[in-house]
């Protein structure tokens, strides 16, 4: 036996030789060739998110060569398929759940007629990535100029996530994912399998945030999803003590005193943030 490594199908001629004693012998022999039709798949389901180009599915075959595929029942809108290799792809811009798809794909036998695979029904979803939290609100929180503020949490869940959801707080405050270290001005919670479970997140006012109030909303995003806000009551950081005392200087009769940029003559203490007094 043998695995014929030839392109096309047919008759082919197979010539073979042998030498008994003082005897050679030549035979030929006809193999036909055929081609078997394609076997494929899809991922099932093959899932899509509404509005969202990149997302696409590719068949596999476990038969003989493909030259082409058919569907058989249209696509959700907005998808399409490449006639020649299978692919699913395009922005889907309806919602759809479990829709039956057929396909099947095909290549040529000898004589030239169509050898098709069996029909493959294929399950399409095409969904929308949802941000959800049950935190209402942020109640108000003060601090001192320099101080960080105590924290606040907030939780945040996903279904259908495609890239993780990126969480941005409003000016002068921070957030972490783990309660007194790693603040940042924004986070990402990892999804997984498509989704996030209910994650807490930390909130507080920067050490650095301006005197005055502050307010906002925490703006919660991923790609292809409505953003979600959870709104920040008005917050207030109070100003830090600062003293300024001038320095002795003596000054001789008749002589001038010359002050402007870069004078010294003083001493300030309160100050906070890496923060200096010119002059």
């Given at each position: 036996s043998f695995t014929p490594g030839l392109s096309t199908s047919g008759v082919?001629?197979?010539?073979?030789?042998?030498?008994?004693?003082?005897?050679?012998?030549?035979?030929?022999?006809?193999?036909?060739?055929?081609?078997?039709?394609p076997?494929?798949?899809?991922?099932?389901?093959?899932?899509f998110y509404i509005n969202y180009p990149g997302t696409s599915v590719s068949p596999l075959n476990s038969g003989g060569k493909a030259l082409g595929f058919e569907l058989l029942d249209s696509l959700p809108t907005g998808l399409s398929m490449n006639i020649v290799s299978?692919?699913?792809?395009?922005?889907?811009?309806?919602?759809?759940?479990?829709?039956?798809?057929r396909v099947r794909a095909f290549n040529y036998n000898k004589l030239g007629a169509t050898n098709y695979s069996d029909t493959y029904t294929m399950t399409i979803s095409v969904r929308k990535p949802i941000i959800n939290s049950t935190t209402a609100s942020i109640p108000s929180m003060n601090t001192t100029y320099g101080v960080a503020s105590s924290e606040n949490n907030f939780n945040v869940s996903g279904q259908y996530i495609i890239q993780n959801i990126l969480v941005t707080p409003p000016t002068g405050f921070e957030v972490s994912k783990t309660?007194?270290?790693?603040?940042?001005?924004?986070?990402t919670i990892t999804q997984s399998g498509g989704n996030i479970t209910n994650t807490t997140i930390y909130l507080?006012?920067?050490?650095?945030?301006?005197?005055?109030?502050?307010?906002?909303?925490?703006?919660?995003?991923?790609?292809?999803a409505d953003d979600y806000n959870i709104p920040v009551a008005t917050s207030y950081v109070a100003p830090a003590?600062?003293?300024?005392?001038?320095?002795?200087?003596?000054?001789f009769y008749g002589s001038k005193i010359i002050l402007g940029a870069g004078n010294k003559?003083?001493?300030?203490?309160?100050?906070?943030?890496?923060?200096t007094i010119g002059s």
């Open positions: 082919y001629a197979i010539s073979y030789n042998y030498t008994k004693g003082v005897c050679n012998y030549s035979y030929v022999s006809n193999i036909n060739i055929t081609t078997l039709p076997a494929i798949s899809y991922p099932n389901p093959s899932i299978g692919v699913i792809s395009g922005t889907a811009t309806t919602l759809v759940e479990n829709a039956q798809v309660t007194g270290t790693g603040f940042a001005n924004t986070v507080r006012i920067k050490n650095n945030a301006a005197v005055g109030n502050l307010t906002g909303t925490i703006l919660l995003t991923s790609t292809a003590p600062l003293t300024i005392a001038a320095k002795y200087f003596q000054k003559n003083f001493i300030a203490t309160g100050l906070l943030n890496g923060e």
